[in-house]
């Protein structure tokens, strides 16, 4: 009875599989099984010292209240500094909304953007909340086709832009894949979305994490012409290990940002005070210490793949800490269920990353964890060959 009292859209959401997988993990964990747990993509570092002190500091200061809805000034011009250093990127602090991450700065830029039935793309592999992010804002995700080196299928993407098309998501570094864009490849993606004059919403979160010389380029820097239509998403969840802090943040032209603040006003009002105070300094102090973060989880991707059995279906990551590994023949779900049974590695499988057959290792767990499980994959594939 109490079911048919919830709405259409909250029936037909599915719960993040990445965080339900990591639960079960958990849970599995505590009550003593000794299961790597590869699901869930968070640095398992330390928040460094230096951004925990700014914190409580604010505390001990008094800084305990709201503040101004879309963050406060100082962290917002620092954002502007940092688009300006890293990527080449002018924007005004009021262009600027920071968010309780950046899932919440997507939902914000989905409520922003989409009327009923208004079409989003999201090339494949995509991050799992992305679809349903899009569903409860009442918009319709279009899945595109990739090619076999994950990249966006550009014959599909043409195909399947309609006068309905509001927006294109674009994730590089990307999630699940760890594929990262070059300059040509974003040029060609701009230029497609400026002739149908469709948004980009660029998911950048992982952009500092990068490697064998790979850089990380903002489609938005490209021209002002694609500047306009980009909504730069970024936050400081996985560049200092602030996954729980949850801050994140959009730069967009100003309707955009003007539209997103709004609603976040209405919403839930300012992100956590004191987590803003510590999201500026890890922003605005010497980055070394992320630096290192980044060092380790390169040394721990080129072991992968340096070590991963021939037998295992894979593409080198660029960025991010993920890779999609595909075993013989079987499902997303069998793989992940076998791994889990047999090998006590929990996966995410790819299907709700729209990689079918595919499961998401995160390499974001220790070397000796690491080695571990490549043994483990190994020979999960050499029995199963
Ligand atoms: N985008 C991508 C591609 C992600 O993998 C994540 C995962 N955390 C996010 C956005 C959201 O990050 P957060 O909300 O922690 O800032
Ligand atoms: N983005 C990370 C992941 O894909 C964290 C969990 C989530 O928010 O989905 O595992």
Redesign the pocket.
Known sequence: MIEGKLSIRAKAIKP?S??AI?KKASELIAAGEKIINL????PDFDTPDFIKDSAVRSIREGFTKYTDSSGIRPLRQAICDKLKNDNGLNYDPDQIVVSCGA?HSLFNIFLAICDAGDEIIIPAPY???YPEMVKIAGGIPVICNYQSNFKIAIDHLKSIITNKTKAIILNSPS??TGIVYSKKELEEIAEIACENKILVISDE?YEKLVYGGTKHISIASLNQEIKQLTIVVNGV?KTYAM?GWRIGYLAAALPVAKAVANIQSQITSNPTSFAQKAALTAISSDQSEAEKMVAEFEKRRNYIIENISPLITCCKPDGAF?ILIKIGNMTSAELAQRLLQEEKIAT?PGDDFGAQGFV?I?FATSMDNIKEVITRVNRFAEKNK
């Open positions: 993040s990445t965080l990591n699901s869930v993509g968070e899932k991050w799992v909340s999630n699940p979160v969840s996954t993920y995410v998401r995160s």
